[in-house]
């Protein structure tokens, strides 16, 4: 590799550069993160004390589960909201574009301290709430029903069990749909936060209400209204595909370009700013 494409991959990339950015931003955030996951989880904790100690009957499996959905919604939300913050004040937007590091190492960390913690620290944080307040309040109280993560385990177990062939493939569709769902949603809010700088976080979550009430309704007329599923097997495979596999790869392969679109968008909104 030749001196001027080391040249070059530094200039987009650097660890060590990365490495002092990320240290440098933890340290002007981290005030701000100790005390939003301590609101968090004792919020969390709280309302679910509340919400056993109020009700005479066990809180169910689903009820835990729609609770756990909004819930993340609602926070993760809120975590993506707040990346690409410089581009809402002229003044911050001067000094985040002349920062000493590339525009993709900038890009970098707004993607990992944002989305990647929306997808994957969240959840974990609420899941954390919730088994604190299970396991402390079953000590004073044995008979709130608490079951641990069974709310989850269950669902999981429930659709992939076996069953008819057609409809196992329905449901693995399903599967692979919901777990791409909040990358999905976080990376639309993502790339609107890049491209509005006035409410983004309304025009955004606009946008995604009707991202994913197009293709929710495209799935229930075919699925529902049209009875598709009811005639899926090897013999009569969906539209063009060879079979029920080749079809989850193709909504598997399409969500993920899909993804990479959004993504790519929000980089170039980033690299037009310092034009």
Known sequence: MTTKNLSNMNNLFNAQRFRQYLALEFTNQKQLLYYGVGAVVS?????????????????TNDDLLGLFFFTYAVIATAVVNRSFLSFRSQKKLITFLTFPVSQFEKFLFEYLSTVLVGVFIVPALILFAYMLEGEVHQLLDKNIGYTGLTFITDVINDTLSSGPENKLYVKKVGMVIVFLMPWSMMNVLFTGTSVFSKWPLIKSALFVAVFFIYHGLLVYLIFNKMGVSDYL???????????????INFVLFSMIVANAVFIYSAYLKLTEKEL
């Open 233 to 247: 097997s090897n013999e009569y495979p969906l539209f063009f595909f060879s079979s029920g596999n080749a079809a």
């Open 43 to 59: 919020f969390l904790i709280v309302v679910l004390y509340l919400i056993r100690a109020t009700n005479n009957t066990p809180i």
